[in-house]
């Protein structure tokens, strides 16, 4: 069946280092991909999306590329800052909607 | 101002009481979602519904329900609370396309006692 794998359930890492929190998901059907963030007593917010094999996409600072070759939508950062301390979901889209279990993204000084 | 809203925000409870929940969303989307959020942070799908079609989770338990009145309200009744309900629960909407991103309301703590 659909689902999607976040490996990392917590990632803490120092301010100024690379950010990458790993999704990979197994689906027969379309692909749609999402990145979602929920700080701290917030409600989750959509990041980036992308349906399209292999182009990088990119917002406030974050990118991920699509690689349907091996199912994966990684989330990366060149250098992480202190407000992205988070919980960052990855999310498929098709007829129906599979969420990650959630990786906690802390960042420390 | 175009979003999702919940009430209550916090609510307090003993087991086998009834509570509801409301949700309403004005950004003119077609389909509406509850989500339980546990303590570790797991985001549950318990039900997603548009004007046409209700879709359980069949891991939710009997004693949840979802109320629509319209497409831009659904509600959730739990009939008699367990403990094991103390949870965050986020509501959603977005229109019913693939690549349509959804938007979630602040949602509401359940605590039972």
């Known amino acids: 069946g659909d689902s999607v794998t976040q490996t990392e359930g917590l990632v803490t890492l120092t301010e100024g280092l690379p950010v990458m929190l790993n999704c990979t998901y197994q689906t027969a059907y379309s692909t749609f991909l999402f990145w979602y963030v929920q700080h701290l007593n917030e409600a989750p917010k959509l990041l980036l999306k992308?349906?399209?094999?292999?182009k990088r996409t990119e917002h406030q600072g974050f990118h991920a590329t699509l690689h349907k070759s091996s199912s994966s939508f990684h989330l990366q950062k060149s250098s992480a800052q202190l407000s992205d301390s988070a919980l960052y979901y990855c999310a498929l889209n098709n007829n129906r909607i599979f969420f990650g279990d959630g990786t906690q993204l802390v960042v420390k000084p | 101002e175009t979003a999702v809203f919940q009430t209550p925000n916090y609510h307090v409870t003993q087991v086998g009481n009834e509570v509801s929940f409301n949700c309403k969303q004005t950004l003119g989307h077609d389909t509406m979602y509850w989500y339980k959020q546990d303590s570790k942070k797991l985001l549950k799908i318990m039900f997603s519904y548009n004007n046409k079609q209700l879709i359980v989770n069949e891991t939710v338990p009997r004693r949840f329900s979802p109320q629509s009145s319209d497409k831009a309200h659904l509600n959730l009744r739990i009939k008699s609370v367990e403990p094991e309900d103390s949870a965050v629960y986020l509501c959603?909407?977005?229109?019913?396309?693939?690549?349509?991103?959804?938007?979630f309301g602040p949602g509401t703590r359940l605590t039972v006692l």
């Open positions: 959603a909407s977005r229109l019913q396309y693939n690549y349509a991103e959804q938007f």
């Open positions: 992308s349906s399209t094999d292999n």
